[in-house]
């Protein structure tokens, strides 16, 4: 998922929608991109994904140079996990966009551990083996948990956020 403007899109979703949420882990976050968003907008963000990926050299480049004006290094953090593997407890929020094979397995262990998340899913990879046309997959996924909600990003292409806030009653984006 290397579009910039998507990541830019779900990370400002993010930061308006959790503005409380300090450290994320970034579930199957591939080469960085959404978690680098997050970073700029004051997050911790740290790429949970049990891939072996680089940053693009772009993004290598500017935190390079962040690093040389702040005097500190400035990096993406990996844990080289799948979110099942992974320890979890010492994040505030769970994000994940278009995490293909782990889209329900990380909003199974957000609702788990009882943490806000974020979820823009793609393909569908149901756990339970049933078929599910694309319109079917959030609506099954927002099935999971009563007060899961939904929002439509201002982007092309897969932009359904699958979310939940602790504490929040489902409001108006609610999936019936």
Not at 122 to 147: H, I, K, N, T
Not at 153 to 163: D, I, Q, R
Request: a negative charge.
């Amino acid at each position: 998922m290397g579009d910039n403007r998507r990541c830019r899109a779900f990370a400002a979703f993010v930061e308006d929608t959790f503005p409380q949420a300090h450290c994320v882990a970034d579930i199957a976050g591939g080469t960085g991109q959404l978690s680098f968003w997050l970073h700029e907008l004051g997050k911790e963000s740290t790429i949970v994904d049990p891939r072996e990926t680089r940053l693009p050299s772009w993004l290598r480049r500017k935190l390079r140079k962040q690093s040389r004006s702040e005097g500190r290094l400035i990096e993406v953090p990996r844990l080289r996990a799948s979110v099942e593997e992974a320890d979890l407890d010492s994040f505030d929020l769970l994000v994940a966009m278009h995490p293909d094979e782990a889209t329900e397995p990380a909003l199974r262990q957000a609702l788990d551990n009882d943490m806000d998340f974020a979820i823009v899913p793609c393909c569908v990879f149901p756990m339970d083996g049933v078929r599910r046309s694309q319109e079917e997959w959030p609506l099954y996924l927002a099935s999971l948990a009563p007060g899961i909600e939904t929002t439509t990003l201002p982007m092309t292409g897969a932009n359904t956020v699958l979310w939940r806030r602790r504490g929040h009653a489902a409001g108006r984006h609610a999936v019936p």
